[in-house]
């Protein structure tokens, strides 16, 4: 009987990371800004494609995976396409390189044999700490010197391009508007400080003055949904304070602030009922625990399709999220069906104008 494996939810770190630099733009400016200036050269951009990102568990949950893209060479004429694999890690790991090797064997293995076999470029994104040891596979043999040196041109390795963000100020981040911003929230977060992606006023200058109005507010509504992810109820005041601090001079912060802030609410109204429970008596533990059980149900459940609609579709406004806020569960059940049979943004968003006026009672 084959063994379950248990499901793993992937780390906020990881998943926003895959969220900003699955979209083909933001991964080509990373790559065109950290890969050597040579090797960027031997490439025709505007092929650039991403190959995979994500698969299913047999336990039917979704995990995100390495994000692999391929792109053409440059006057190249056979159909062939160099590899170009994205990994994310919140701090050093010394199995870096023996997790890409397993990753690598498995495209080469699936190649069929009357094929070139896939030239994989790995680059990976260091959120946080140094890399102390060689970003080589050879350096796991640990082989004593001078075999090390005989034995390098007839041994299997590869090399790792790092990219630590611990070593980056606000002008070392390349790329677009959004993959800056991307790589500001990750670094400062990944530091500890969570608010200093206040300090970065260019990367949200030019993220507010060069993209559309609704790009940027998607942006920013991820990155800062991604900083409430990973922050405890001490730090909820001082994320509203710089939340109010950039919002007095970004318009789409503030735009999407009194969302970011209902959620803050939400949320501490959530960890109220469940201290509430505890400290009540006995039946009104249970009638605060069904009441806090219920709406917390509801609370998380909402948190989660709005990041799936924000995510999926960019034409989901905080104006959307407010009406999603206001149906029924009824109607919430149709609306996460939609979204699970991947419906176009035309029928979801119809779904929400016919669903207002089965909104819940007592939110007008």
């Given at each position: 009987?084959k063994r379950k494996r248990p ?202 003055s060069h993209l559309p109005p ?79 059980e219920k709406r917390g149900q ?67």
């Open positions: 009987m499901s793993r939810t992937p780390n906020p770190h990881d998943a926003y990371a895959k969220l900003v630099f699955r979209e083909v733009p933001e991964a080509r400016g990373f790559f065109r800004g950290y890969l050597p200036a040579k090797v960027v050269r031997l490439f025709d951009w505007s092929s650039l494609k991403l190959e995979s990102e994500s698969f299913v568990k047999d336990d039917l949950t979704r995990e995100f995976a390495d994000l692999l893209f391929s792109i053409r060479l440059v006057g190249d004429s056979l159909d062939r396409r160099i590899r170009l694999l994205f990994e994310h890690k919140s701090r050093p790991e010394a199995s870096t390189p023996r997790q890409l090797h397993r990753y690598i064997s498995r495209q080469l293995e699936a190649t069929p044999p009357n094929r070139p076999l896939p030239c994989i470029l790995t680059v990976v994104l260091l959120q946080s700490g140094h890399w102390r040891q060689s970003p080589t596979l050879s350096s796991e043999y640990r082989l004593p010197e001078p075999a090390g040196k005989i034995l390098a041109p007839y041994v299997l390795d590869f090399r790792m391009l790092m990219v630590e963000l611990s070593e980056l100020d606000e002008a070392d981040l390349r790329g677009t508007e959004a993959g800056r911003l991307g790589l500001a929230f990750l670094k400062t977060i990944g530091e500890g400080q969570l608010v200093r992606w206040l300090d970065f006023r260019r990367v949200l200058r030019d993220l507010c609704d790009v940027s507010r998607r942006e920013l509504r991820r990155a800062i949904y991604y900083l409430t992810s990973v922050a405890g109820p001490e730090k909820e005041p001082e994320i509203r304070k710089a939340l109010l601090s950039a919002a007095a001079e970004f318009e789409p912060v503030k735009e999407i602030a009194m969302t970011l802030m209902e959620h803050l609410e939400k949320r501490g109204e959530k960890r109220g009922i469940r201290l509430g429970a505890k400290l009540g008596e006995k039946r009104g533990e249970k009638l605060g625990e069904k009441r806090g509801r609370e998380g459940r909402m948190l989660t399709l709005l990041r799936l609609l924000s995510a999926t579709f960019p034409q989901f406004t905080d104006a959307d999220a407010a009406t999603a806020r206001e149906l029924t569960d009824a109607a919430l059940d149709e609306l996460t069906d939609a979204l699970a049979r991947r419906r176009p943004w035309r029928e979801i968003r119809n779904l929400l104008r016919d669903k207002r006026a089965r909104s819940v009672p007592g939110r007008h």
